[in-house]
């Protein structure tokens, strides 16, 4: 294979890196300008943040986020986990292939499908629209997620374990909860930090669904921005990114660390 | 101490019409949809015995386990144990525990918890089952071991941590799933006379399925073979080695040199046998009753075939010239192939009973093949 880098390749891998970092790179940029005005730099301050942070309606739509995340990411996993461990383990009901297929659907279906529908099912069923209901909706969406990344764990599972638990005495129950969920545990909390991020970027379905008071952040982004964009909203934009970009470090690094230490401790096994 | 064997020698449960098996398989079916893993199947199996189920891979062995632990219940036919139906009962409520194949150990517990887990969930009080646990864990020799998780185990260690976990609770029957499967043949021969030596300490049924049939010999009191569902034979492993009931059995345990004929004479307690393809007359033990012109089977192990370079003083039955075709050294044996006049090659096993022969045997020497009567044994199915 011929190793050496041709200079279209360098270029065009700089022009695609440039594409996908450029804007994020220019907006993390203006936030630390002392000028009001987007586009001209005058100077390094952190003023924005400051302002940001005394703005009163941003940090209520933050916390209406965090809330609707945690409690939304926190049910669509139980959700979401029972439904993968029932399509996975029933496998000879009728219909599987059905329900199988039909918890793909909601990943692809646009958003605005999904959000109009739940509005009028709100609507229907006369529940006033506040923050409860941006957190029903968004456990439907996110549910399905969290239970195709739990399934893709549940099907290499190694069903001897549950086996070997209930031949020991151990009843359905405690199986599930001593044996099947701490080592399928790592795929769940994968899903729950998914449905987590998703809540928290939502913006479309959260229009929808959202009533009086309940304004989340991305809307209270979105709205501001319909009036022109300010430094303070790039400054709420970066600490979402770094946000994001701390987790997935984080998740990153622990990943890597357990796998070097399992391959260690697998070589020292080896060697007795 | 008595030694193991005499005990061995003594014990013989089958043979006493008395005795009431442990275990009975009672015309046991098992269907997977249209395909049937285990077919109108019936054994028992009696206390304290070593019993191993040998058979080619997907013959069932693993299926009749499963059944017997409750994990799949049979499609017609009934289980019992201890003279109890077994039908219905959950696997967590069967005073049988499995070892796996895979071994299955919890990979989120230490090698303590893995112990400790049937035990907890018997509701023992805590010290006992920390002195419980210390104990297995001197049995199975692991006491280093104990804060370890599965992943830091070598392959022998997760086995033997396998072994403990399942032995700990006690329990009446113990179902051991290929449990030398992976292991390199040292540490097997090692693990075998340790798992003999555990089952005569406490005294547990065993139920051994391998398709290792050297492994099933030297540890089983009986041997079960099946194929494609059935037990062809069930006996001790020296009458299923010598005393094989079908050419199925015969072939599959060990080496054997198998001839197909016609019963040509009958006299009382031999019978002579037609192999027109080989061209050879045998003249064996009857062993079975057989009548004038029906079609027999003849089998013989390599080491019961005498090799000889002079002719032997009756050639008109069990011998025959050809040539050596093929050596095989195996330091303490060696095997003979010996390509007869017909074509047909015969295994020859000789024990190396001296270091250094005169003149030994070699490639493409003229010899005798020959045998007594009673040195093989005749197949009527
Ligand atoms: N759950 C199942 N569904 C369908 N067929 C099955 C199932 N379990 C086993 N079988 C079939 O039943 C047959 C017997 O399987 P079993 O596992 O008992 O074989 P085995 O004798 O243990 O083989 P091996 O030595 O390879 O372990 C096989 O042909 C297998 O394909
Ligand atoms: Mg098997």
């Given at each position: 294979?011929?190793?050496?880098?041709?200079?279209?390749?360098?270029?065009?891998?700089?022009?695609?890196?440039?594409?996908?970092?450029?804007?994020?790179?220019?907006?993390?940029?203006?936030?630390?300008?002392?000028?009001?005005?987007?586009?001209?730099?005058?100077?390094?301050?952190?003023?924005?943040?400051?302002?940001?942070?005394?703005?009163?309606?941003?940090?209520?739509?933050?916390?209406?986020?965090?809330?609707?995340?945690?409690?939304?990411?926190?049910?669509?996993?139980?959700?979401?986990?029972?439904?993968?461990?029932?399509?996975?383990?029933?496998?000879?009901?009728?219909?599987?292939?059905?329900?199988?297929?039909?918890?793909?659907?909601?990943?692809?279906?646009?958003?605005?499908?999904?959000?109009?529908?739940?509005?009028?099912?709100?609507?229907?069923?006369?529940?006033?629209?506040?923050?409860?209901?941006?957190?029903?909706?968004?456990?439907?969406?996110?549910?399905?997620?969290?239970?195709?990344?739990?399934?893709?764990?549940?099907?290499?599972?190694?069903?001897?374990?549950?086996?070997?638990?209930?031949?020991?005495?151990?009843?359905?129950?405690?199986?599930?909860?001593?044996?099947?969920?701490?080592?399928?545990?790592?795929?769940?909390?994968?899903?729950?930090?998914?449905?987590?991020?998703?809540?928290?970027?939502?913006?479309?379905?959260?229009?929808?669904?959202?009533?009086?008071?309940?304004?989340?952040?991305?809307?209270?982004?979105?709205?501001?921005?319909?009036?022109?964009?300010?430094?303070?909203?790039?400054?709420?934009?970066?600490?979402?990114?770094?946000?994001?970009?701390?987790?997935?470090?984080?998740?990153?690094?622990?990943?890597?660390?357990?796998?070097?230490?399992?391959?260690?401790?697998?070589?020292?096994?080896?060697?007795? | 101490?008595?030694?193991?064997?005499?005990?061995?020698?003594?014990?013989?449960?089958?043979?006493?019409?008395?005795?009431?098996p442990?275990?009975s398989f009672e015309n046991v079916t098992?269907?997977?949809?249209?395909?049937?893993?285990v077919d109108d199947l019936s054994l028992t199996?009696?206390?304290?015995?070593?019993?191993?189920?040998?058979?080619?891979?997907?013959?069932?062995?693993?299926?009749?386990?499963?059944?017997?632990?409750?994990?799949?219940?049979?499609?017609?036919g009934r289980i019992?144990?201890?003279?109890?139906?077994?039908?219905?009962?959950?696997?967590?409520?069967?005073?049988?525990?499995?070892?796996?194949?895979?071994?299955?150990?919890?990979?989120?517990?230490?090698?303590?918890?893995?112990?400790?887990?049937?035990?907890?969930?018997?509701?023992?009080?805590?010290?006992?089952?920390?002195?419980?646990?210390?104990?297995?864990?001197?049995?199975?020799?692991?006491?280093?071991?104990?804060?370890?998780?599965?992943?830091?185990?070598?392959?022998?260690?997760?086995?033997?941590?396998?072994?403990?976990?399942?032995?700990?609770?006690?329990?009446?029957?113990?179902?051991?799933?290929?449990?030398?499967?992976?292991?390199?043949?040292?540490?097997?021969?090692?693990?075998?006379?340790?798992?003999?030596?555990?089952?005569?300490?406490?005294?547990?049924?065993?139920?051994?399925?391998?398709?290792?049939?050297?492994?099933?010999?030297?540890?089983?009191?009986?041997?079960a073979?099946?194929?494609?569902?059935k037990v062809?034979?069930v006996?001790?492993?020296?009458?299923?080695?010598?005393?094989?009931?079908?050419?199925?059995?015969?072939?599959?345990?060990?080496?054997?040199?198998?001839?197909?004929?016609?019963?040509?004479?009958?006299?009382?307690?031999?019978?002579?046998?037609?192999?027109?393809?080989?061209?050879?007359?045998?003249?064996?033990?009857?062993?079975?009753?057989?009548?004038?012109?029906?079609?027999?089977?003849?089998?013989?192990?390599?080491?019961?075939?005498?090799?000889?370079?002079?002719?032997?003083?009756?050639?008109?039955?069990?011998?025959?010239?050809?040539?050596?075709?093929?050596?095989?050294?195996?330091?303490?044996?060696?095997?003979?192939?010996?390509?007869?006049?017909?074509?047909?090659?015969?295994?020859?096993?000789?024990?190396?009973?001296?270091?250094?022969?005169?003149?030994?045997?070699?490639?493409?020497?003229?010899?005798?093949?020959?045998?007594?009567?009673?040195?093989?044994?005749?197949?009527?199915?």
């Amino acid at each position: 294979m011929n190793t050496t880098w041709s200079r279209f390749n360098i270029v065009s891998l700089v022009i695609g890196f440039a594409f996908l970092y450029l804007p994020i790179v220019l907006l993390v940029v203006f936030s630390f300008n002392e000028s009001r005005l987007v586009t001209v730099w005058a100077g390094f301050s952190t003023k924005w943040y400051v302002s940001l942070f005394n703005n009163k309606s941003f940090i209520d739509a933050a916390w209406v986020t965090i809330r609707v995340g945690l409690i939304s990411a926190t049910f669509a996993t139980i959700l979401g986990t029972l439904g993968a461990l029932a399509l996975t383990r029933y496998t000879r009901f009728r219909g599987r292939m059905l329900f199988s297929a039909m918890i793909y659907a909601p990943l692809v279906m646009p958003e605005v499908i999904t959000g109009l529908s739940l509005l009028l099912l709100f609507v229907a069923i006369g529940f006033d629209r506040g923050i409860w209901t941006v957190t029903l909706a968004h456990i439907t969406f996110t549910m399905c997620f969290v239970a195709v990344v739990v399934q893709s764990r549940l099907v290499t599972f190694d069903r001897s374990l549950e086996e070997a638990a209930m031949d020991l005495g151990a009843t359905p129950v405690t199986t599930f909860f001593k044996v099947t969920l701490p080592v399928i545990m790592p795929a769940v909390v994968s899903g729950w930090m998914l449905a987590f991020t998703l809540s928290l970027d939502d913006l479309v379905i959260s229009s929808f669904t959202s009533g009086p008071g309940a304004t989340t952040l991305p809307m209270r982004i979105y709205s501001q921005v319909r009036l022109g964009v300010t430094p303070e909203i790039n400054a709420a934009c970066t600490i979402l990114i770094a946000v994001v970009a701390v987790g997935v470090v984080i998740a990153s690094i622990a990943n890597k660390r357990r796998e070097v230490q399992k391959a260690r401790d697998e070589q020292a096994a080896a060697r007795h | 101490m008595k030694s193991l064997g005499s005990f061995r020698r003594k014990f013989a449960p089958w043979n006493d019409p008395e005795a009431k098996p442990y275990i009975s398989f009672e015309n046991v079916t098992k269907k997977f949809g249209d395909f049937t893993a285990v077919d109108d199947l019936s054994l028992t199996i009696y206390n304290r015995e070593f019993f191993a189920l040998l058979g080619a891979s997907g013959c069932g062995k693993s299926t009749l386990l499963r059944m017997l632990a409750g994990f799949e219940e049979p499609t017609s036919g009934r289980i019992l144990l201890d003279g109890q139906d077994m039908r219905g009962i959950p696997p967590y409520k069967r005073p049988v525990n499995m070892m796996f194949q895979s071994y299955a150990l919890f990979p989120h517990m230490t090698v303590e918890g893995n112990i400790a887990f049937g035990l907890k969930q018997d509701g023992m009080p805590k010290n006992e089952i920390d002195a419980r646990v210390a104990e297995m864990l001197k049995l199975v020799k692991l006491e280093q071991f104990a804060k370890r998780k599965p992943h830091q185990l070598s392959g022998g260690q997760r086995q033997r941590v396998a072994l403990a976990r399942c032995v700990a609770k006690r329990p009446k029957v113990l179902l051991l799933d290929e449990p030398l499967g992976a292991l390199d043949k040292k540490l097997r021969e090692e693990t075998q006379f340790e798992l003999m030596d555990l089952q005569m300490k406490l005294g547990l049924t065993f139920v051994v399925v391998t398709h290792d049939q050297e492994e099933a010999m030297t540890m089983a009191d009986r041997i079960a073979v099946m194929d494609k569902g059935k037990v062809k034979q069930v006996a001790t492993p020296a009458e299923v080695y010598e005393a094989p009931n079908s050419k199925f059995v015969a072939d599959f345990i060990g080496n054997v040199n198998m001839f197909e004929g016609t019963a040509s004479t009958v006299m009382p307690g031999k019978v002579d046998i037609d192999v027109p393809a080989d061209r050879i007359t045998i003249r064996t033990d009857a062993t079975r009753d057989c009548s004038t012109g029906q079609s027999v089977g003849f089998a013989i192990r390599p080491e019961k075939i005498r090799l000889s370079r002079k002719e032997p003083a009756n050639t008109a039955v069990n011998a025959a010239h050809g040539e050596l075709y093929d050596i095989a050294y195996f330091g303490d044996m060696t095997v003979f192939h010996v390509r007869l006049e017909s074509g047909r090659i015969i295994k020859a096993a000789s024990l190396n009973a001296v270091r250094t022969v005169e003149d030994p045997l070699g490639y493409d020497d003229k010899v005798w093949v020959n045998f007594d009567t009673d040195a093989g044994i005749l197949l009527t199915a």
